[in-house]
């Protein structure tokens, strides 16, 4: 998985993704302490993470992998928001 | 999802795609300000995706999860249009 | 899907690939105007694409999903040989 | 796969993996000889890897090919750790 | 599908594989003439290709599409041992 933070909202009319309600977040890739990339990605979220939120993204085919996600064409999902990261022993992100 | 826009279409007679009238587009993906670069990719439409318009691309496995597309040797799929953006609380991008 | 043109064939003998027949082909990825980038990879081919061929290619897990290939250990197959391609309205290949 | 050495770990409260008591791990990835790339990414681990050990990691959608992972929206695993690697006949990492 | 050459192997001991007996090769990727590109991957072997020998590798989901290797985690697999490679109708590699 890779790490990121909510920085935007991506609005979709015309959709083939057959899943109402679905929201998309436009997600910029961190490094492990929270520093942006600029490296930009589109996900579905459906655990309602917040601007400027750092989550843990799963990309192409297991994004299928939730209930709502079943058989439908996403390629990139918010599995989870990060509360805390330690390398080497040291916290390097905390929410 | 990946961002793009429609710049031109594919054509091809022998096929081994198992779907009939597909249509292949040629896109050059973007940033999330619609701004392209130069990276180009082939992919399915169902959708009616028109010149110029930015669209969510799906990309791997997950491409073949529309009734049409099941099973299908797709890698990479029209899932919307891109109506507007937003980054930091401001609009970056409108249809 | 990403375009290419067929460069050469690779044989191999012990092989572990569930099919007997199978066509592996040496592909140079193009840009869309049919330029060579000295990028190769090698695609199975079910078609009959011929030498300098331009064709569409499909990677990874939807390789698999023509009924040859179904549940066989390919990531890359050519999908189609291309006829035309049009950006910005102007063709820019054709066969 | 590629390898990879457990350098910290990654916390999350809201999740939508569908799985308890699952421990994220941050990686950073190794060339064969245990030298670190600077390269992070965040791995699922059931097999309790340690701190600076280095592992096996499987990326995209077989991570889910295990009893505890099927069917959940993980996209890399840590699958081994690794003992010991040759290469032209010299043993060049042991744990 | 990728070429590459067998330079060694990688032996696990705590294994989350669920196949016993698996053979990890250290590969060393390779253009199509067989000169190595330094790019190093872990590739699960079945067919018994030996030191130095040049093969041909699946990548990502379908390297679990073989009987031994159905619904386990692997990412990357010796689909073949390469005979023969010709390119512009001139052979560039033999065994």
Do not use: H, W
């Not at 520093?35 to 993204?57: P, T």
């Not at 079943?70 to 390097?92: H, T």
């Amino acid at each position: 998985m890779n790490l990121g933070k909510v920085v935007g909202t991506v609005v979709c009319s015309s959709k083939n993704d057959g899943i109402s309600g679905a929201r998309y977040l436009l997600i910029d890739k961190t490094n492990q302490r929270g520093e942006k990339k600029g490296d930009y990605l589109v996900a579905l979220d459906l655990i309602g993470a917040g601007y400027n939120e750092m989550v843990l993204i799963t990309e192409g085919s297991p994004s299928r992998e939730t209930p709502l996600t079943v058989n439908k064409p996403f390629d990139a999902l918010v599995v989870g928001i990060v509360d805390l990261i330690d390398e080497n022993n040291k916290v390097i992100y905390r929410k």
